[in-house]
């Protein structure tokens, strides 16, 4: 899919300023398959096509966010701040990493240049949640043995607690406060993140799928969990500005012989550094 992707682009980026064949001075990509007669066209500039997942396996995606990359903002797509009209960065990255994949596209780009949230965003839009490989999203592992490091609160019929007694990482997570039939319990805190993607993980011990956590994001039912599951990664996409996450755990039924518990822990909100200056180098500078 990389393979195909990146030929289509430079192809097209090629054409753009050239209107002296027909076909030509546009962002279309057209192909004819000579024995059926079949013609395909594909337009990464609007990408109508229905996005597919995930992303890295199909060449459409990985056209599209190259392109993307690769173009100016437009009135479309304000959002767009990075632009590579050059191909600079695009052919540095193919001569000095010779990646075989969209994912060794992008490690080489993080080994080479910046602009962590425009790729987090160019990526996730064409299904691709990778992660940010230089600098780590803002983590919450519990490991001030309280609730101090974000703004967390919690509510209902018993409080989430930090339990010492099994974590995903270090010495702490954060546990659902114990409660009886018919109560609920909430943990849930606000965050100013960049676009890109939260993680979390998450253990129950519920002995029923009656009793279970649910997560929200900004009051909107994402997933739910129940029974006994180990430290289980989730992943959620999250758009720029402050994004409310919450989890409430509800007992709805009497069981015995579970833990009748939740525990959160290495919660990730994706939080990017910025770079100093956010335009591309040109030519001299790769």
Request: net charge negative.
């Amino acid at each position: 899919a990389f393979r195909e992707a990146w030929a289509t682009l430079f192809s097209i980026a090629s054409q753009m300023g050239d209107k002296s064949y027909p076909g030509s001075g546009d962002t279309l990509y057209q192909d004819i398959d000579e024995p059926s007669g079949y013609t395909f066209t594909a337009d990464p500039e609007w990408d109508t096509k229905k996005p597919k997942s995930p992303g890295e396996f199909y060449e459409h995606m990985n056209c599209c966010a190259l392109w993307d990359v690769f173009d100016e903002a437009t009135i479309f797509e304000p959002r767009d701040t990075l632009s590579d009209p050059g191909l600079f960065m695009i052919w540095t990255i193919l001569c000095d990493y010779q990646p075989e994949d969209i994912i060794d596209f992008w490690d080489g780009w993080f080994k080479r240049f910046e602009y962590g949230p425009d790729m987090t965003r160019i990526f996730r839009d064409h299904q691709m949640p990778f992660q940010y490989s230089i600098t780590s999203p803002t983590i919450e592992g519990f490991e001030t043995g309280d609730f101090g490091a974000f703004v967390w609160t919690t509510r209902g019929d018993a409080p989430w607690t930090i339990s010492s007694d099994t974590a995903h990482e270090g010495s702490f997570s954060a546990q659902a406060g114990a409660i009886a039939y018919k109560q609920s319990t909430t943990l849930e805190v606000d965050v100013n993140c960049d676009d890109g993607w939260m993680t979390f993980r998450c253990k129950t011990s519920t002995g029923t799928a009656a009793n279970k956590v649910t997560f929200y994001i900004n009051s909107v039912k994402k997933a739910e969990y129940s029974g006994l599951l180990e430290w289980k990664k989730v992943a959620f996409p999250v758009d720029g500005g402050v994004n409310t996450f919450t989890w409430t755990y509800t007992r709805n039924q009497i069981t015995g012989g579970e833990a009748d518990a939740v525990w959160l822990d290495t919660i990730e909100f994706p939080i990017w550094p910025k770079p100093e200056d956010s335009a591309p180098p040109d030519a001299s500078d790769v």
